[in-house]
């Protein structure tokens, strides 16, 4: 905590101001001395969860009372952003934190910062970690057209195939995150993508991190090999599609999607996919069901 007062005491820190703070995905060392010195600072901190909150802050030995514990979370964010209004109203320093990474990107704090720049009051926000850019850094993804940040895809299957046909017509690089009890179900949606490369993110910063690269089509059968694969949280990273598609690729997409999908979606996806025809795909479509049911 010296240093966190030494680095940052001397820096300004308005009053009437949410303070937007990141903390750590996994391992507590990821925390930023500016963070530290506002936490301690703040007259209240505004949290996704005060039983995880009060343990962080006694992991880095900061003590603050129940008292000065917000309870903010997807099902009270509403009349809980009034009540952080009201504390800016009269002079306070609030900070929000969520229970791991950076708020308001798929956790709560997103609504509390809209009512609170409505109310005509500062966001200051504190960067720091953040499980998207982690991933992305370690993903050897080269591309040049950036990235589109997906969040969680929808938990219905209907839904999420769909989801997923939308995303195979998307040229960038694509991030998703995921809970450990739906991975296999999003592998499987995702193994359509055929080819297209994969870098899953599990359990990042943690002592059981591990980062691999492989083929969409590869996905389920990797999951499946070892039970450990299965556990934690996940961040995926699905690379930028390559500028053109060899010649063929089409008909090798076909080959995986037609057992998963029916006939005129399995021939849409390759075509997206592999940038050949849709027509010449239909036409070797029928081919491969005529075939199969000989």
Not at 36 to 49: F, K, M, T
Not at 148 to 177: C, D, M, N, W, Y
Request: charged share 20%; aromatic share 4%; hydrophobic share 45%.
């Amino acid at each position: 905590m010296l240093a966190a007062h030494d680095t940052s005491a001397h820096q300004h820190h308005p009053t009437h101001t949410l303070y937007v703070v990141a903390t750590p995905i996994g391992n507590l060392s990821d925390i930023t001395l500016r963070a530290l010195h506002v936490l301690q600072l703040c007259d209240v901190i505004a949290c996704e969860d005060t039983r995880h909150t009060q343990q962080l802050l006694r992991a880095y030995g900061l003590d603050r009372s129940h008292a000065q514990l917000l309870a903010l979370h997807q099902h009270n964010e509403h009349e809980a952003a009034q009540s952080v209004v009201d504390r800016l109203a009269q002079g306070q320093r609030v900070a929000y934190v969520s229970d791991a990474g950076t708020p308001a990107i798929s956790d709560p704090g997103a609504r509390l910062v809209e009512a609170v720049r409505s109310a005509g009051f500062r966001v200051l926000p504190l960067p720091g970690a953040s499980s998207i850019t982690t991933a992305l850094s370690a993903s050897g993804m080269t591309g040049d057209q950036g990235f589109v940040f997906v969040g969680f895809l929808p938990s219905k299957a209907a839904e999420r195939q769909h989801a997923v046909q939308t995303l195979a017509s998307q040229s960038r690089a694509i991030v998703l995150l995921e809970a450990p009890h739906r991975i296999e179900a999003l592998a499987q949606a995702l193994s359509v993508l055929g080819p297209r490369r994969v870098t899953v993110g599990r359990e990042l910063t943690k002592q059981f991190e591990n980062i691999d690269t492989l083929a969409a089509s590869e996905l389920p059968a990797w999951l499946a090999a070892k039970p450990e694969r299965q556990r934690g949280e996940f961040v995926l990273v699905i690379h930028d599609a390559p500028a053109a598609t060899a010649q063929g690729d089409g008909l090798r997409v076909l080959q995986l999607l037609l057992p998963e999908l029916p006939l005129k979606t399995a021939v849409k996806l390759a075509a997206e996919i592999s940038g050949e025809s849709k027509n010449t795909l239909y036409d070797q479509a029928l081919q491969l069901k005529n075939a199969s049911a000989d």
